[in-house]
Structure formats: structure tokens, C-alpha cells
């Protein structure tokens, strides 16, 4: 049971850690689309764009209607990420940990 618990924690420290990933290459790929460095009338990054969105705006729509934009520039990434940081290195290993205790 503790392998399958280990496994499971491992899974979602991997998922936080993708979803990470995705904030950050979609806030890298706003800026160069701002900055026109790149175009959303290429097929293909307009469909990595809309996957990115698609997978990270469930997830920053609730801190980006909570905090607004300072001086026109969006933290609300900065702020996601941190939380989700804190998440897979403090609460995941606790809750972890108090499972594992449960079964031995």
C-alpha cells in the first residue's frame, strides 16, 4: 500500500511540476506574441497557444480577477506559480507522510 501511495504523490508532484512548465512557456509565448515576434496567424503556434490557454486559464482566472495588473504587467503567473510551488514541496509531502503513517 505505501508503494501505491508513493506512486500516487509521485504522479501529482509530476502533474504540479507540468502544470509549471505550461504557465511559464505561456507566459513566455504572450510576450513574444505582444512583441510580435511571432505570429498567431501560424497554424501551429496558434495551436500551442490555445492548448496553453486551454490548460492554464483554469487555473489563473480565479488569481487574475483577484489581483490586478501593476502598471499593465499581469503577476498573477508569478503568484500561481509560487502557490503551486509551495504546494508540491510542503503540503504534498505532509499529506505524504500522514498517510504513510496510517499504514505502518
Not at 82 to 99: D, E, K, T
Request: glycine share 4%.
Amino acid at each position: 500500500m505505501i508503494a501505491i501511495i508513493n506512486f500516487v504523490f509521485f504522479i501529482l508532484s509530476a502533474l504540479i511540476e507540468l502544470l509549471t512548465w505550461a504557465i511559464i512557456i505561456n507566459a513566455v509565448l504572450s510576450w513574444l506574441v505582444a512583441f510580435d515576434v511571432i505570429n498567431l496567424r501560424n497554424q501551429f503556434v496558434f495551436n500551442i497557444a490555445r492548448a496553453l490557454e486551454a490548460v492554464t486559464a483554469p487555473v489563473m482566472r480565479p488569481v487574475q480577477r483577484m489581483v490586478p495588473a501593476l502598471g499593465g504587467v499581469d503577476i498573477s503567473p508569478i503568484i500561481v506559480i509560487l502557490v503551486l510551488m509551495g504546494i508540491q514541496r510542503f503540503i504534498l509531502p505532509a499529506i505524504q507522510s500522514a498517510l504513510i503513517g496510517l499504514f505502518v
